[in-house]
């Protein structure tokens, strides 16, 4: 059995899903993990299945021929996992008035820190009472073991103070 990693982008409609879904079983694959959204009219996505080994080539090129419907996609074959290095679980939210800049602060200082983003999620909606545009931010991080939090913490609040946000880390420990 193989891993593929799947990637696509079309524009939303309905049936994508099933469409994926049925060329993956139609294979003998099976569906293993997946992240999907509807963002400005498209519909992405990133899906891992796995599926017999002859099998791998045959997909791949059924997928490829998706394109004349106007779905671009990308499949990668996974050689292998890769090795998990000991990690602190953690999550940074992030609530302010909507400026530029804002994940490219907070993406860099989570970089020099080599701080893997997992996970990241963010939409910008009215504020209650005043109708302004609200940055919302959640992103999950994997923190090495030798990060020094109060260092985290210290880049975080320098974030904040400079960008008028609210930025908090929270860690499993």
């Given at each position: 059995?193989k891993?593929?990693?799947?990637?696509f982008?079309?524009d939303?409609?309905?049936?994508l899903?099933e469409?994926l879904?049925?060329?993956?079983?139609?294979?003998?694959?099976?569906?293993?993990?997946?992240?999907?959204?509807?963002?400005?009219?498209?519909?992405?996505?990133?899906?891992?299945?796995?599926?017999?080994?002859?099998?791998v080539?045959?997909?791949?090129?059924e997928l490829?021929?998706?394109?004349?419907e106007?779905?671009?996609?990308?499949?990668?074959?996974?050689?292998?996992?890769p090795?998990?290095?000991?990690?602190?679980?953690?999550d940074?939210s992030?609530?302010?008035l909507?400026?530029?800049?804002?994940?490219?602060?907070?993406?860099?200082?989570?970089?020099?820190?080599?701080?893997?983003?997992?996970?990241?999620?963010?939409?910008?909606?009215?504020?209650p009472?005043?109708?302004?545009?609200?940055?919302?931010?959640?992103?999950?991080?994997?923190?090495?073991?030798?990060?020094?939090?109060?260092?985290?913490?210290e880049?975080?609040?320098?974030?904040?103070?400079?960008?008028?946000?609210?930025?908090?880390?929270?860690?499993?420990?």
């Open positions: 059995m891993k593929l990693v799947i990637t982008i079309s939303d409609r309905p049936g899903v469409k879904s049925q060329m993956v079983q139609q294979r003998d694959g099976n569906w293993l993990e997946s992240k999907m959204a509807q963002l400005s009219g498209k519909f992405t996505g990133i899906i891992e299945i796995s599926l017999p080994d002859k099998q080539s045959v997909l791949t090129e490829k021929a998706l394109s004349s106007g779905i671009a996609l990308l499949a990668e074959a996974v050689a292998s996992e090795p998990k290095a000991p990690l602190i679980s953690g940074v992030i609530l302010g909507d400026r530029p800049g804002i994940v490219k602060e907070i993406s860099t200082a989570l970089a020099t820190l080599n701080i893997n983003v997992e996970e990241f999620h963010s939409l910008v909606e009215a504020a009472m005043t109708g302004q545009p609200l940055f919302k931010a959640e992103a999950a991080i994997g923190i090495p073991l030798e990060v020094n939090l109060q260092d985290l913490n880049k975080l609040d320098a974030i904040s103070q400079n960008l008028d946000i609210e930025c908090t880390l929270n860690v499993d420990q």
